[in-house]
């Protein structure tokens, strides 16, 4: 019989078995949670974490926004500045203005860029949630077009016109009529103004609320209408074809700042805020946004702290509205 050490030499002990197994499990787990963190194609997302993931252009950090209307050339400008400052950016582009919203509270969206803070306010309120504004982008005149006058004067009284009729845009559109002279409001008129809340007695011309979309379509059949920014050049209008529009250096007119909306937890988010900066800061972004709006964007960087008290001041007469 040979006394040579066999080939195998059996372990004296289990334990370095057990040790390396647990290590293999524990690789395991490591590797799940580092896919789990990390979006379907292999990038980090911004939100969803602990919320302080580094910037790197190398290995950059994924966001999803939300707007509506993402066909204008600037959205692909933006979208490579934020890739330069390690954000991949991701649009998701909204055919109706009450989806982005719900999509951001319900986590399908890290931010939406579509609103101003009357808009968010009133969904808030509505829908007992608190997405709140990160950053602003621009204040945009809301303009009163007509293709059977020229002037504000030349509209004959008792003429018909139109204003959108979803609860913000409705009540700013009211404020520029009565700005123009064309109507009066009871009590001065508000952000909550309603076509029902027109002097008649005292105003030049009749109101009518019409879906936002359907203003520019019905200029053919009335005096003029309101036409929301977003649809005038769609109906081939021109921006200053407006013969009338507010005016947007009021300090009133904060509550009409466009803004990034997030949810509350996601407000101190550093990817986040970067991509608000990059936007603000970024000249060909701006630039293209400018030309998309006819040259009647006004860009404005309200803090933070004042966006938000702004927000929480239009909630509250909202409330006291009902």
Known sequence: MSDQTPLIEAPKSRL????????AVLAVIAAAIFLLTRDGDDTRRATGGDGTAELSKSD???????????????WKT??????????ELEIRDFAEYPLPNPALAEGELDANQFQ??????EYNVANDDDLVPLGATAIYPLGLY???YDDVADIPDGETVIVPDDDSNQARGLLVLQSAGLIKLKDGGSIFSTVADVDESASRVKVKALQADLTPTSLPDVAAAIVNND????????????IAVDDASDPKAIPYVNIFAVRAEDKDNPALKKLVEVYQQ??????GVDEAAGGTAEFVTIGQADL???????EKQIREQK
Do not use: C, M, N
């Open 116 to 121: 101003h803070i009357v808009y968010l306010a």
């Open 78 to 87: 933006f979208e490579k500045a934020a890739k330069e400052a390690g954000i």
């Open 60 to 74: 950059p950090v994924k966001v999803v926004l939300g707007t509506v209307g993402a066909s204008d050339p600037y």
């Open 16 to 23: 370095p078995l057990v040790i390396g197994a647990a290590v």
């Open 282 to 287: 970024t000249q060909g972004v701006l630039d």
């Open 308 to 314: 938000e008290k702004s927000l929480h001041d239009v």
């Open 231 to 242: 649809f005038v050049e769609d109906a081939g209008l021109q921006f200053d074809d407006a």
């Open 146 to 148: 007509s293709q059977k």
